[in-house]
């Protein structure tokens, strides 16, 4: 299964940018998916999930309040909205499709993952 992730490139302190997530049908409307990201030298850490419906979120505290994930299931799509980033930031990100209906912050929870993007902060 391929996910598509897109969006991803150089962004200045305090500006914004948008991620999307695309997969195919029979792997995403039922499913919840999750964002990650991984930084240079280090471990990939857990950013925001959403569940199938999209009704229900769940984000880092590090980004909450700053990120913001959305899904469109007429599309295929999940979307993570990134506002006021900062170099910490940087990273690349991945979307994964979790083996549920809810989302997770736990990366073993997901049974899909995507290339990822790279999203890059300047100061």
């Known amino acids: 299964v391929q996910l598509q992730a897109s969006g991803g490139g150089l962004v200045q302190t305090g500006g914004s940018l948008r991620l999307s997530c695309a997969a195919p049908?029979?792997?995403?409307?039922?499913?919840?998916v999750g964002w990650f990201r991984q930084a240079p030298g280090k471990e990939r850490e857990f950013v925001a999930t959403?569940?199938?419906?999209?009704?229900?979120?769940y984000y880092a505290e590090s980004v909450k309040g700053r990120f913001t994930t959305s899904r469109d299931n007429a599309k295929n799509t999940v979307y993570l909205q990134m506002d006021n980033v900062k170099p910490e930031d940087t990273a690349v990100y991945y979307c994964?499709?979790?083996?549920?209906?809810?989302?997770?912050?736990?990366?073993?929870?997901?049974?899909?993952w995507g290339q990822g993007t790279l999203v890059t902060v300047s100061s």
């Open positions: 049908k029979r792997t995403f409307s039922n499913n919840g």
């Open positions: 959403i569940n199938w419906r999209g009704r229900d979120t």
């Open positions: 994964a499709v979790a083996g549920s209906a809810s989302g997770s912050s736990q990366p073993s929870q997901y049974q899909y």
